[in-house]
């Protein structure tokens, strides 16, 4: 469904920030991207929900297509139309409307009268914290509340893909573990397709079916999750450990020298 | 007492007019945080099209009116589209100059055609005073407050309970937030202009018929119009209202008061001094959003 093809995308016509990333989303896939600080995960979303010229950035080589159709030349707007929802990192919530106008907002351009209703009950099924809260402003909600919120306007977009950049970010260890059984079940239950970014690399492949692991701006390493966990390098750098089930010790790694080249 | 009294009453009704040139500023501030310097051109612009129309067309008023509101919402869609839009992401400050300058050009084109003339529309409000005791209350002015009223219930309607309205109020708290909802950024601010150039015809129209169509009517506009955002909160109707009714009372107070003392003008000054006290307690004005920063 989603295919993104060799990609490289520059920042103020001369930073170069990906090259070469590649990857697919398949109908009702579950899929992580991986990677450390500035690898380019955001990056790479940004370039498929078609929000790059907000920091002045352009795909200048490769393409992303959404059901065959290119879509990188497409504003923001339209890519949404399509039925991409990205959440963006640090919960974007509009802060001073309410919990429920902010799901109304994700419902603006498909729905009208009763499935609105309906389309409601689904989210608050899901997040029944949300119900609660309906008449609170946005901005004053908790952070686990706020990403709750975040889901649930996607959500309302009906969308086919969906696009979380880091969604446990600042949550409790028990509240990440809540978002990523929602996301799962409605995932299930919807056919959502999602791509998740997230630096808890553990768990975000214990919940996904294919994993891609960037760094400096490229994908250097991708599998089928599964398999990803338990890859010797992933193991590594990503979730800390070096034999199975043993903690990593830092006094034993001179972490530093031994950093892995992928290519 | 009876001086109180007229001159309370008097404040209100002035004051009702104040608030509708606020309204305008307000919608589009509100969406785009610019503010329309031009406002004040547009409804002298628009009042004198008017009495343009019913004088030299020889239309119906009614008809000049229907002409008119039509041809502000294309001015409306047009300004944004070749003025606004290409601005857009550049620095705020550039696109305020820009509705600054063309302020500047709407009004040279009205002296340019009208030679500054002043005309004045047909009275088109119903004329008469009440009069109890020594209190006058004109009907003019009555009727103004009323319209104002009725016009403003309407705005907060569409501006709370209609799905336009919410996605004007999304676009007002994050345009990249509300763009990846699929809501069209651009289409919301023509929509913000448009209302704000009909805003401008309705208040144009109302300040004519109390002091005549005149190239003046748009210091007016900005003069009474900038106090009472500012009073009331940049992004707040409601606090345009009550903006409007407070400068109203004031200068009607300064001039009944304090003119006499200092030999008049100081009713032109009031606002002004009003607004400085005021931002200087409440920076975002009586009713503007305070950023919600949660720590």
Known sequence: MLNVNNIEVMFHGSILVLSGVSLQVADKQMVALLGANGAGKTTTLKAIAGMLHVEDGKVTHGSIEFDGRRIEKLTVEEIARLGIALAMEGRPILEHLNAEENLLVGSYIK??????????????????????????????????????????????????????????????PLLMREVFDIVD???????TAFLIVEQNAMLALAFTEYGYVMENGKVVLDGVSEKLRANEDVREFYLGLSEVGNKKSYREVKHYKRRKRWL | MDKIISLIILGVMVGGIYSLIALGFVFIYKSSKILNLAHGQFLMFFAYVTYTLISQAHLPFVAAVIIVLVLSALVGVFVERFTIRPLMGQS????????????????????LISKGYYASLPAFLPTGMWKLGAI??????????????????????????????????????????????????????????VIACLLAVISGLLLSSLYDVHIDLAGYGIAKGLPVILLGGLESMGGALVGGLIVGLAEMFGAGYIDPLVGGGFREVVPFILMVLILMVKPYGIFGLVKIERV
């Not at chain 1, 079940?185 to 056919?191: L, P, Q, S």
């Not at chain 2, 400050?93 to 509705?99: K, S, V, W």
């Not at chain 2, 309205?165 to 990249?176: K, P, Q, T």
Request: proline share 2%; with cysteine; net charge positive.
């Open chain 1, 111 to 172: 729905r009208e009268g009763a499935n609105i209703k309906k389309d409601l009950d689904m989210v608050y099924g899901y997040f029944p914290r949300l119900k609660d809260l309906r008449k609170n402003t946005g901005g004053y909600l908790s952070g686990g509340e706020q990403q709750m919120l975040v889901v649930g306007r996607c959500l309302m977009m009906h969308p086919k893909l969906m696009l979380l950049d880091e969604p446990s970010l600042g949550l409790s």
């Open chain 1, 185 to 191: 079940r409605i995932h299930r239950e919807e056919g």
């Open chain 2, 92 to 111: 705020i400050l550039a696109t305020i100059i820009m509705t600054f300058a063309l302020g500047f050009i709407v009004e040279g084109i009205v002296i």
């Open chain 2, 136 to 193: 006058n209350i004109s009907h003019q002015y009555l009727a103004i407050l009323v319209l104002t009223l009725l016009l403003f219930a309407a705005c907060m309607w569409f501006y709370q309970g209609s799905r336009a309205g919410l996605a004007m109020r999304a676009v007002a708290e994050d345009h990249i937030t509300t763009a990846s909802t699929g809501i069209s950024v651009a289409q919301t601010f023509r929509l913000s202009w």
